[in-house]
């Protein structure tokens, strides 16, 4: 069976790689052909996804990466997986659009298509397959079938991964939900079906809420904790001995990815929009993550401060720009931000990361290795990402201060968030 994923990133690579290693004839589209020719060669940029297992899938034959939607005609499931970010502030659906058009033309009777893009209830049935329809001439649930399943990929997890994680489906009829239920089926140990699209859209939308709201409360009370005295992790590391009645989160310099800062928005938005009410805890936890790079800054000014320094002209040394840790992926990254607001305020920066690509993002830093040099030549280090392959014993007994917003030194230099 032929397969077509759009979108190559870190959502639909990993699903077009594991379709074609249990058999798919798969072509990966991605509009981008740097991108699509950096994989046609076998170079893979998705860290879940090793160049040796895309060269293996490549060379059986069952894997081909193109940026030309004509690669899909004659295909029996498509999936899409492109992104859906916000545009000041609403919900912007465009690529998915520009998806459902392109793809429209290519649709043939039997065919199924898919949605994995997070978005707001409704989008599948209301939005995606209309334009599926009107393109290709055919009836969703009679010519052709159609269904959403919510992307659970979490990249560097060395635990979960695209096969281990159960994976929620849904279908706009019964014949709809068998066809999506055998393909996810033949890519992962555990399928979860649900009522409708509806539903399925939702369940994302709850997760990431969920630990958006968390990581907002615990970022909070890491700056209340703070003027109160008290050790905000020895608090948490209590409570986490709870066998029942409590999930662990800690404090962190804001929150990033494509995830935690956009998909809550989405339901924020269609809640307002539809019913006319604001999503309470969703607008608290944004004025709450969004603001936590803006509170970072005001604790590297305090520190400086207590040195007699000031952030214009200072040595910072920003320790890692990804956002989340054994990671190059940069999206929504509040350690970005943190860059931007220290070089705003005059900083003489330079950035470590080992992973991600800086100066596709920041030109006018320095990059630099964590060295012995460095860390003696710096009036402070910042780490805002803790990649496990940093050296933090060089952390740990230098004399210059270190900010961790992530708690990984221990040295008695180490302020922490």
Same mark, same amino acid.
């Given at each position: 069976m032929k397969a077509v994923v759009i979108g190559q990133g870190y959502v639909g690579l990993p699903v077009a790689v594991r379709a074609a290693e249990v058999g798919y004839n798969v072509v990966g589209i991605d509009l981008d052909k740097a991108r699509a020719g950096r994989l046609a060669a076998g170079d893979s940029f998705v860290e879940d996804i090793t160049s040796e297992r895309l060269k293996a899938v490549i060379d059986a034959g069952t894997y081909t990466a193109s940026s030309d939607y004509a690669d899909a005609a004659d295909f029996d499931i498509a999936v899409v997986t492109v992104p859906t970010p916000l545009h000041e502030g609403l919900p912007d659906l465009s690529f998915i659009e520009a998806s459902a058009q392109s793809l429209a033309e290519y649709l043939t009777p039997g065919a199924t298509v898919v949605l994995e893009s997070t978005t707001y209830p409704g989008t599948t049935e209301e939005l995606f397959i209309?334009?599926?329809?009107?393109?290709?001439?055919?009836?969703?649930?009679?010519?052709?079938? $159609?269904?959403?399943?919510?992307?659970?990929?979490?990249?560097?997890?060395? +635990?979960?991964?695209?096969?281990?994680?159960?994976? +929620?489906?849904?279908?706009?009829?019964?014949t709809s939900l068998q066809k999506v239920s055998k393909f996810y089926g033949d890519l992962v140990e555990q399928v979860v079906p649900v009522t409708s699209p509806k539903e399925a859209?939702? $369940?994302?939308?709850?997760?990431?809420?969920?630990?958006?709201?968390?990581?907002?409360? !615990?970022?909070?009370? $890491? !700056?209340?904790?703070?003027? @109160?005295?008290?050790?905000?992790?020895?608090?948490?590391?209590?409570?986490?001995?709870?066998?029942?009645?409590?999930?662990?989160?800690t404090p962190g310099p804001g929150v990033g990815g494509h995830c935690l800062p956009i998909d809550p928005s989405y339901l924020s938005w269609q809640v307002k929009k539809e019913l006319g009410r604001p999503f309470r805890f969703v607008e608290l936890a944004n004025d709450v993550n969004d603001h936590m790079p803006d509170y970072v800054v005001s604790r590297v000014a305090d520190l400086l401060n207590d040195d007699a320094k000031a952030i214009r002209g200072s040595k910072i040394?920003?320790?890692? @720009? $990804?956002?989340?840790?054994?990671?190059?992926?940069?999206?929504?990254?509040?350690?970005?931000?943190?860059?931007? @607001?220290?070089?705003? @305020?005059?900083?003489?920066?330079?950035? !470590?990361?080992p992973m991600a690509d800086v100066q596709s993002m920041f030109t006018d830093v320095k990059v630099a290795d964590l060295e012995q040099g460095l860390v003696d030549d710096s009036d402070l280090i910042v780490v805002l990402t803790d990649h496990d392959e940093l050296d933090y014993e060089l952390l740990n007994q230098t004399t210059t201060p270190v900010f961790d917003t992530r708690r990984r030194a221990t040295g008695d230099n180490v302020i922490y968030l």
């Open positions: 209309p334009i599926l329809e009107e393109g290709s001439g055919l009836k969703a649930g009679t010519d052709f079938s $159609a269904g959403y399943s919510p992307e659970r990929i979490d990249p560097g997890n060395p +635990v979960y991964h695209l096969e281990n994680t159960p994976k +929620v489906i849904s279908g706009i009829d019964e859209e939702l $369940a994302k939308l709850l997760e990431n809420t969920f630990r958006h709201v968390n990581i907002a409360l !615990v970022n909070e009370m $890491a !700056v209340f904790a703070r003027g @109160l005295g008290v050790d905000l992790h020895e608090s948490i590391n209590a409570a986490d001995s709870k066998p029942f009645g409590y999930m662990k989160f040394t920003v320790v890692g @720009l $990804a956002y989340k840790k054994n990671t190059s992926d940069t999206r929504e990254s509040p350690a970005a931000r943190v860059v931007e @607001l220290l070089l705003d @305020l005059g900083a003489d920066l330079t950035v !470590v990361e």
